[in-house]
Structures are given as C-alpha cells and as structure tokens.
Nanobody, 122 residues
C-alpha cells in the first residue's frame, strides 16, 4: 500500500525554524519527484517546493525562496522541508506528494500524505 506520512509540524514563534519529514512506505520514494504543498484556511492549496528524483533540480515558490530548503534521502525513503525564518503567513497544513517529474501544481501530483499542521505565532 502506497503511503506518505508527514511529520515535524508544530507551533513556532515568528523567526523560528521547523523541519518537516515525508516518509514513504509501500513504494520506492526515490523513483518520484517530491513536492511540498500547503493550504491555509479559506485558501487554495499552493505549491511550496519540489525536488527532482535525483535531487539535482528544485523549485521554490517565490515567498519561500531563501527561507525553505527541500531535500531528500532516497536511502531512507524520506524527503524533507527545512523551514527557517518562519512568518505568520506560513501558517498552514503542509502536505507532501509524489510526481513523475518536477512540477508545481497539485494536478501533476498523484499520491498525497495526510498533512501536518504548521502554526507560526507569538
């Protein structure tokens, strides 16, 4: 059974950091590009970052460039999203998903995790 499980979310103060993990089970995560998305209440799901199968290519949404870093460890079947300098507007549920290629829109992604809540507040 193909499954993605996100973890690492929580409550953090503005300026703080979190590292999200996306663990795959039932399949080889290393054969897919991995994307991170977020959805805030009342807003559409938006692409945050994506990493290619090899890890050599990445995409970042404009507001997170320079603050977030996507990475992967195919040996551990896990992808990560390091989030630094967090802002209140980063508050959302964060999801990881698989794609056959580097992409940034939800329709290009197949399997999804259940999400992890990130709240940035003082």
């Amino acid at each position: 059974q193909v499954q993605l499980v996100e973890s690492g979310g929580g409550l953090v103060q503005p300026g703080g950091s979190l590292r999200l993990s996306c663990a795959g089970s039932g399949f080889r995560l290393g054969t897919y590009a991995i994307g991170w998305f977020r959805q805030a209440p009342g807003k559409e799901r938006e692409g945050v970052a994506c990493i290619s199968v090899s890890g050599s290519d990445t995409y970042y949404e404009g507001s997170v460039k320079g603050r977030f870093t996507i990475s992967r460890d195919n040996a551990k079947n896990t992808a990560y999203l390091q989030m630094n300098s967090l802002r209140p507007e980063d508050t959302a549920i964060y999801y990881c998903a698989t794609s056959s290629r580097l992409a940034k829109v939800p329709d290009d992604f197949g399997s999804w995790g259940q999400g992890t809540q990130v709240t940035v507040s003082s």
